[in-house]
């Protein structure tokens, strides 16, 4: 089919690569020039695993092109997806100036029929407005836009492979017509007949859930997802804090009452807090869309404000080992908002970063991946070329990104680096037991004094 996807963001490129790998023909439109360029020139505007590779084969195959007039794509396309930016306005609420600015482009140079299909994230009853525009607006006396929800679950760090294999595809829809055609373009997907471009023995096919609804539900689906996931983790961030005060293991406690099946393991590790360009911004336009409908959102806004606390906390805690943190030198590990990726957005690192600039800390940070990113925003720090660059002389290393890699540092070499050997783990990534043992201070998320024991008991061995 031929497939028109507006916006060259993690969202709609994942998308067009992915619709273009299972065989559509896919124009991926961005009204950013130099996006544009650096794609067609086979670089890539941000990190995310597996994504250049799918670009650059379906641009080989002449599958996935990319352009900067929406006029251009959308007269030869049955279907338009729509995956602008939708970020928050002062007050919470999202900002759909893009959403609309697309739709008047679509309706200025749609000719018969369209499907127009919502991927961004919006709040529900978007669709509603799209399909009032749609009737008013519009050149061709044959023109017709249908419009359905169809809200994305990716992860950055593991888009590809959640667009490959899906938990559930969900569809918003009040027309047979509109669910049959999105029914083809996700055939290959439902029915996990493509050639896997994730893993090399690909030994999960089961067919993955057709999810049809109204287009209102399609839409509160998504922010409904993600305040729940976002709720699991402000929910054992306020048990951990209560470990701490109490003296008991969270980890142990996340363990075990994420084994029941009702609850699920998963979005249960304590930390520093959620941040990206989803978690914080859904929640708030959430409670937004909840107090304008006239329902307690109350819950939620609570999760909210867990959530800021995270990086006050951590600060109290840095500042309660370090006493005084003017002129001390504080090595940063971590500085995306999660591993695998290079975004920021909204990422607890920066937040604690700037908080120890403030209180005069020198900061040497180092990730493998976001410090380009972390540059644009904080150009004031030192940024190393490895982890254990970061670490010399520093009086702590506060670590805030879960990286895999730094789970396999020296960190004998480490401590030797370091002019006090103080770990403050935000993402709860070493084991306590194992840097007491190596000489370390190490104080973690949730588990309190138990660590602290531990090393000063191995200290007096
Ligand atoms: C999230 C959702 O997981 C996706 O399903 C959704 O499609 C996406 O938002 C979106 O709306 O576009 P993402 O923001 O990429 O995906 O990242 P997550 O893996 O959900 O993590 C979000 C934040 O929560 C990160 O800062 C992570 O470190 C934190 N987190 C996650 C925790 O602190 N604890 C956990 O147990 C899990």
New binding site residues.
Partial sequence: MNITVIGAG??GLITAAGLAETGHQVVCVDDDLRKVQVLNSGGMPFYEPGLEDLVKRNRQAKRLEFISRIEDAVVKCQAIFICVGTPPLENGEADLSSVELVARRISECARGYHLVIEKS?VPVQTGRRLQKHFSIYGNDSQYHCDVASNP??????SGVE?FFHPDRIVVGVDSDKAAALLGEIYKPVLEQTFACPVHENCGNRARVPFVITDINSAELI?HA??SF?AM??SF?NMIADLCEAVGADVGKVAEAVGMDKRIGG??????V???????PK?LQAFVRVGQSAGCDFTLLHEVEQINQRRVDLFVKKIKNELWVVRGKRVGVWGLA??PR?DDVRCS?ALAIIRRMLAEGALVRAYDPQAMEKAKAEIPDIEYCADAYAAAQGAEAILALTEWEEFLHLDLLKVRHLMSRPLILDGRNMFSSATLAGLGFEYVDIGSGAPAREAFFDARNV
């Fill in positions: 993690y969202v994230t994305e679950f990716l992860r950055e760090g959640d998504k997802s993600n996931l699991k983790i054992i998963s979005f249960l590790r304590p930390g807090g959620f941040g990206g360009s989803c978690f859904d908002f999660k990726t607890p």
